[in-house]
């Protein structure tokens, strides 16, 4: 495996880590449904790139699914930070 | 969605069972001892019947709702961890939601040959009172075996506090339980078996299923409470009390109607309201399942 491809299925991995505080077993099967329908791609091919427009789409189904602007506020905010992180 | 799908297994039992069960009902012309407990004629009780029939389709189909709920989302979620648990809930489910359709239909149908074949009576009887365990035992084993399995994925056991108050109240209403069936005056009646048969091979499966009952509804919440995803866990807070309730009414429901087997001294009125009331309680159940699946549901659809 390249370190590319590494850091890539990393991200994915941080994005579940973050997601699962919110979705819990659920977490891993939004993600990759919000992956697979709107960036078209395998799990593992998501990269720093497809992160913000990812987020937007996070961001609209969990308006679906929460009332609670906090915790929205929170999951957007761990987003923001892996972001942050990975486009250094 | 289209809960009972036309030309679909399921909808083709409950047209079945409902027109069987009416047939049963109906058809045959009332026994005037009958009439004269009841005070009312042969038409007000058939009509009193028609009643019971369009409740009974009402909690028959919310038992078949709460199923196809639970069945579309364990589809979704098939291939997960959690998935396999709720696959077992899905299947306990069903067999809980055809207990009620089966064993009220036999029971009308042995009802009436008990009249033409009365020395068939005892034979009835006791198919009607292993096949009133066998079906909610299924049922409640799917359950515990999806219960148990949750509190696998999130590593946690109930508490020893927990499990030893549930000792106590299971040791309590077991005595009272075999008290109730052994002191019966009119035990060989209901039963047609000597007390040590009835002993193991009723009151101890009864006992067993209220046990891994109990236990399934208290590992229900642990996983509800315990599981990581706050939205998750909200989500799944109404299907832990949807199961949990439908577990401890069928238990109760089970206990009443081995225990007040006897109601025949009470008014028509008055048995047709703890009849309604029991099996609406059940069906609140059923429908809190489904409500509960659909808002986890809901996680697996946007």
Redesign the interface.
Known sequence: MSNKSSIRSGLYTDVIKVT???????????IS?KIANHLHKEPEELNVRDLKYLTNWIKI??T???DDEK?MDRYMDSLRKLYKKYSK | MNILKKKSKLFYFYIITLVVYSAFVLIPKPLPATLVQYHVSALGLRLIYVTIILILAGIWYAGFYGFRRMQTYSYLIKGDVDGQQLARFKSGLLILSLWLPITTTLSTILNYFDLKQPGLVPAYTIIENYINLIIPLSGFSYISLGARGLTEIINKRPSYKATNLMFIVLIAASLIYYHLVATTHNRGEVYHMSIWFIMFSLALPYIYMWSIGLLAAYEIYIYSSKVKGIIYRKSWHLLDIGLSWLILVSIAFQYLSNVFYDLDHLSIYVILLIIYSVLLVLAIGFMLVALGTKKLQKIEEV
Request: no cysteine; glycine share 6%; charged share 20%.
């Open positions: 699962d505080e919110f979705l819990g077993p659920a977490a891993n099967r939004f449904r189904a969990m679906l699914l929460v915790i």
